[in-house]
């Protein structure tokens, strides 16, 4: 019996609670899940692939769903996605969606995909209404003008984001 191995790519930078959402959602839909961390310097990211590589891990840890440790691997990635997907031996692609602009971006994305390897599906998964809103982008800049992220993100992002924004200080945070 084979079983289903589904990818979903993203930076993380950070994890948030609708990435949270989705893993959640697709472990319901594959055997195993890779969690490829992308390698991506030219978005400036706020934390080094390693460190979002240690955060989603983390998150992974203490995702309360039955064998999340077993059946979630976390690996950094720099290829194209579906060098990616065809190393992990992964026959399905893992994406969120969140809005209609989203579904654009991902529906050309998908058919770029389909064209280099056709054995590969993209499944999209909805992202539920507590979550539509989240983008990492936001979660940034909400939490670098001293606002309050915890609504967005776990309280251990929340507390990296923290020691990242506040220079490793102690807790500096303004009220809005």
Same mark, same amino acid.
């Given at each position: 019996?084979?079983?289903? +191995?589904?990818?979903?790519?993203?930076?993380?930078?950070?994890?948030?609670?609708?990435?949270?959402?989705?893993?959640?959602?697709?472990?319901?839909?594959?055997?195993?899940?890779? +969690?490829?961390?992308?390698?991506?310097?030219?978005?400036?990211?706020?934390?080094?692939?390693?460190?979002?590589?240690?955060?989603?891990?983390?998150?992974?840890?203490?995702?309360?769903?039955?064998?999340?440790?077993?059946?979630?691997?976390?690996?950094?990635? @720099? @290829? *194209?996605?579906?060098?990616?997907?065809?190393?992990?031996?992964?026959?399905?692609?893992?994406?969120?969606?969140?809005?209609?602009?989203?579904?654009?971006?991902?529906?050309?994305?998908?058919?770029?995909?389909?064209? *280099?390897?056709?054995?590969?599906?993209?499944?999209?998964?909805?992202? @539920?209404d507590r979550f539509q809103f989240i983008s990492s982008?936001?979660?940034?800049? +909400?939490?670098?003008?001293?606002?309050?992220? @915890?609504?967005?993100?776990?309280?251990?992002?929340?507390?990296?984001?923290?020691?990242?924004?506040?220079?490793?200080?102690?807790?500096?945070?303004?009220?809005?």
């Amino acid at each position: 019996m084979s079983r289903r +191995i589904g990818i979903y790519p993203g930076t993380f930078d950070p994890i948030t609670n609708g990435h949270t959402d989705i893993i959640r959602r697709a472990l319901h839909v594959v055997d195993r899940l890779v +969690i490829g961390v992308a390698r991506n310097d030219g978005k400036g990211p706020l934390f080094s692939t390693d460190e979002r590589v240690d955060i989603v891990r983390d998150e992974i840890a203490h995702l309360g769903e039955p064998n999340a440790v077993e059946r979630v691997e976390v690996r950094p990635f @720099s @290829s *194209l996605l579906m060098s990616f997907a065809e190393e992990s031996g992964a026959s399905v692609i893992v994406r969120g969606l969140r809005a209609v602009s989203d579904f654009e971006y991902e529906f050309q994305m998908a058919g770029m995909n389909a064209r *280099l390897n056709p054995r590969i599906e993209t499944v999209f998964l909805m992202a @539920s209404d507590r979550f539509q809103f989240i983008s990492s982008r936001f979660v940034k800049e +909400i939490g670098a003008l001293g606002g309050d992220v @915890s609504h967005f993100v776990s309280p251990r992002v929340t507390a990296r984001l923290l020691d990242r924004f506040n220079g490793g200080q102690p807790e500096r945070r303004r009220r809005r």
